[in-house]
C-alpha cells in the first residue's frame, strides 16, 4: 500500500518569510514518482513538479525548491520568499509502478496562508 | 493544447436524487481518472480507465456511482441516488501515454452539494 504524510495542516506566514511544506511517503515500489501539486481557491490542481525515485538530484525553480532525501522518504518543498499569490492548499502525491496503473495517492494537504 | 473539460462547474441536489458529471480528457490521452475530494482532504480516487477499459474501481462504491467511458474519449460519473456525504468536489484528470512524461492533467472539478 502507498501512503503520503503531510504532518503540518496549515501553515501561516508573513510575505518575504520562507516557508517549507513537509512530504513523508510510504511505498513497497522501488521505482516511483512523487509530485507536489497547489490548489489555489478557484479549485484547479496545478503542477508544480515530478521527481523520479532513482533521480534524488535537488530542484529549484525560481522561488521554488525541492529536497528530496529517499533515506529518510520525504520530499519536501520550500518556497523562498513568499507572496500573497502562493497562498493555497498545496498537495504531495505518489505514484507506483504498478503496471499500468498510473494512480495517484495525495496526502491530506497543507493550507499556506501569505499574508501582506 | 486544451485542457482536461468537465461539466457542470456546480450542482446542488437532494440527497436520493441522481446526478452525473461529464468529463473529456485532453487529446490523446488515453488514460482517464476520477478522483473524489471531500472538504480538507486530498483527492482520491475513484476509477481509472485505460482507454475504454477500467484499470482501478477499488475504491468506487458500486452500489451507488457508476462510470463509463465512450469510445475511449469522454467519461461520465453518476451518484443514484446521492447521499450527504457524497457533497466533495469531483475531479477528472488525464493522462499521457509517452512513458517519459508521466504528467496529469486534471480538469476544474465539479462541486457537488448534497442536501
Known amino acids: 500500500a502507498q501512503k503520503v504524510t503531510q504532518a503540518q495542516t496549515e501553515i501561516s506566514v508573513v510575505e518575504k518569510e520562507d516557508v517549507t511544506l513537509d512530504c513523508v511517503y510510504e511505498?513497497?515500489?522501488?521505482?516511483?514518482?512523487l509530485f507536489w501539486y497547489k490548489q489555489p481557491p478557484s479549485g484547479e490542481l496545478v503542477f508544480l513538479i515530478r521527481r523520479n525515485s532513482f533521480d534524488e538530484q535537488n530542484e529549484i525553480s525560481g522561488r521554488y525548491s525541492w529536497n528530496f532525501q529517499k533515506s529518510t522518504s520525504s520530499f519536501n518543498f520550500t518556497i523562498t520568499a513568499s507572496q500573497v499569490v502562493d497562498s493555497a492548499v498545496y498537495f504531495c502525491a505518489l505514484r507506483g509502478s504498478g503496471g499500468s496503473n498510473y494512480k495517484l495517492t495525495f496526502g491530506k494537504g497543507t493550507l499556506l496562508t501569505v499574508n501582506p | 493544447e486544451a485542457g482536461v473539460a468537465q461539466s457542470p462547474r456546480y450542482k446542488i441536489i437532494e440527497k436520493r436524487q441522481s446526478v452525473a458529471f461529464w468529463c473529456n480528457p485532453i487529446?490523446?490521452?488515453?488514460?482517464l481518472y476520477w478522483y473524489q475530494q471531500i472538504l480538507g482532504q486530498g483527492p482520491k480516487l475513484l476509477i481509472q480507465f485505460q482507454n475504454n477499459g477500467v484499470v482501478d474501481d477499488s475504491q468506487l462504491p458500486k452500489d451507488r456511482f457508476s462510470a463509463e467511458r465512450l469510445k475511449g474519449v469522454d467519461s461520465t460519473l453518476k451518484i443514484q441516488p446521492a447521499k450527504l456525504e457524497d457533497s466533495a468536489v469531483y475531479l477528472c484528470?488525464?493522462?499521457?501515454?509517452?512513458?517519459?512524461?508521466?504528467?496529469?492533467?486534471f480538469g476544474s472539478g465539479t462541486r457537488l452539494t448534497v442536501v
Open positions: 487529446s490523446g490521452h488515453a488514460t
Open positions: 484528470a488525464s493522462s499521457s501515454p509517452d512513458r517519459r512524461v508521466y504528467g496529469y492533467t
Open positions: 511505498t513497497r515500489d522501488t521505482t516511483y514518482y
